[in-house]
């Protein structure tokens, strides 16, 4: 075991685990942020995404140890303050209706805000290749990317 001291949305939290600890579980377990989601175990779904230092990383394999100081980033911490505020992508997945089940869900949006962070007017060719690592099982893909674009065109 091991202290670790880690910024998550924007407060410090200090948790004792194994280094090894994937950051989805310190999230989940010791935080209770239970917004991100275990989809395979192998970063290859997506269900998992958070931002880490901006970047849209898979949680399930990250270890805790490699986080360092950067600043984590949860679907609980995406929009502003407010609990009456949504992320503009948030608002845009309401106004295209992208969930079906939802177990993907948080996941597909913290890759799209991320890839709208840094690409704010993307192509349908760069939103194609942003959100390729996010399985959506209910295949609501056509509804993620319309919602993607109207999030770059309120932006």
């Known amino acids: 075991m091991a202290t670790f001291t880690l910024s998550v949305n924007g407060e410090q939290h200090k948790v004792d685990v194994d280094p090894k ?9 010791h935080l209770g942020l239970v ?16 931002h880490l230092d901006g970047e849209a990383v898979r949680s399930c394999t990250l270890p805790v ?17 407010n609990e009456d ?13 992208v969930p079906q089940c939802g177990y993907c869900q948080a996941g597909q949006i913290m890759s799209a805000s ?14 194609e290749e942003a959100m ?3 399985i959506c099982r209910c295949g609501t893909y056509v509804r993620i990317r319309e919602a993607i ?4 065109e309120k932006a």
Not at 118 to 127: A, G, K, L, Q
């Open 21 to 29: 600890t994937p950051v989805l579980w310190v999230l989940r377990e």
């Open 35 to 50: 917004g991100t989601k275990f989809g395979c175990g192998i970063a290859q779904c997506g269900a998992c995404t958070i």
């Open 65 to 81: 140890s490699a986080v360092g100081d950067m600043p984590i980033t949860t679907i609980e911490g995406l929009a502003d303050d």
């Open 85 to 97: 505020d949504l992320h503009p992508v948030q608002e845009a997945w309401l106004e295209h209706d």
């Open 114 to 127: 991320a890839l709208l962070a840094t690409n704010p007017n993307p192509t349908e060719d760069e939103i």
């Open 132 to 134: 390729s690592g996010n």
């Open 149 to 152: 674009q109207t999030a770059a």
